[in-house]
C-alpha cells in the first residue's frame, strides 16, 4: 500500500516539476526580444532626420498563436557617437528620443536671481512596444546649410534651428551605439553614420571589415 502512495506521489510530483518546466519555457520565449534596425530617414525642407527601429520581434508561430508575445514596457534608449577608431565621440551618451511623441513642453522661467531656466515638461523618456511592432528612435539631423550634424532629442527643441552643441558632429563618418533597456534587459546595436555631406549624409550598416 505504501509503495503504491509513493509510486502515485512520485509520478504527481513528476507531473508538477514537467508543467513547471513548461511554463517557465513559455514564458521565457514569450519575453520580448528587441532588434535594432535602420529606419528610413525623414527630409524636410532642406533639412534630414536619421532614424532607426527598434522592433519587439513576435515569439515562434506556436507560441504567438496560443499565447502571444509579450510587450516591451518602458523601453528607454540611451545612444553613443564614436569615432572611426572607436574612440568616443562625446563623454557620455545622448537620451535618446522617440519619434512617436509630441514635441516636448520646454518652458522658461525666471529665476529669483534674475536669471532663465528652461523647465521640460510632460515629457516622455520611455515607450512600449507590443508585440511584433515597432517604434522608431530619432538620433541625428542636418540641414542642407551646414557641414555640422547634431545628435538629435527632447533638448533639440531648445537650441536655435535644433542644433545642440553638445552634440555636434563634424564633417566625417562616425559609429552610432543604440543601446535599449526593457525588463531588466539590455539589447545593443551599432551602425555607422555618414556626415561627409548633405546628400551623402546617411546611417548604414557597418561594413562586415569594420
Known amino acids: 500500500m505504501n509503495s503504491h502512495r509513493i509510486s502515485d506521489f512520485l509520478i504527481s510530483l513528476l507531473a508538477s516539476l514537467i508543467a513547471i518546466i513548461i511554463i517557465l519555457v513559455i514564458e521565457k520565449m514569450r519575453k520580448p526580444r528587441l532588434e535594432i534596425e535602420l529606419g528610413d530617414s525623414l527630409e524636410k525642407n532642406g533639412n534630414k532626420w536619421l532614424r532607426i527601429n527598434v522592433k519587439n520581434l513576435r515569439p515562434c508561430k506556436i507560441i504567438d498563436w496560443v499565447y502571444g508575445g509579450n510587450p516591451a514596457i518602458s523601453c528607454m534608449a540611451w545612444i553613443g557617437f564614436l569615432k572611426p577608431n572607436g574612440e568616443e565621440a562625446f563623454k557620455n551618451e545622448m537620451f535618446g528620443r522617440w ?5 516636448p513642453d520646454w518652458r522658461k522661467l525666471d529665476t529669483l536671481g534674475g536669471d532663465s531656466q528652461w523647465i521640460l515638461y510632460d515629457a516622455n523618456k520611455s515607450i512600449d512596444i507590443p508585440s511584433g511592432e515597432k517604434a522608431i528612435l530619432d538620433i541625428a539631423f542636418k540641414t542642407s546649410l551646414d557641414d555640422f550634424a547634431y ?3 527632447t533638448e533639440s527643441y531648445i537650441h536655435p534651428n535644433h542644433k545642440n552643441p553638445m552634440w555636434k ?4 563618418k562616425y559609429l552610432v551605439s543604440i543601446r535599449v533597456k526593457t525588463g531588466g534587459r539590455e539589447f545593443v546595436n551599432k551602425f555607422l553614420i555618414n556626415n561627409e555631406s548633405f546628400a551623402s549624409f546617411n546611417i548604414e550598416e557597418i561594413p562586415k571589415n569594420q
Do not use: R, T, Y
Open 151 to 153: 545628435g538629435w532629442n
Open 169 to 172: 558632429l563634424e564633417k566625417g
Open 99 to 103: 519619434s512617436e511623441f509630441i514635441h
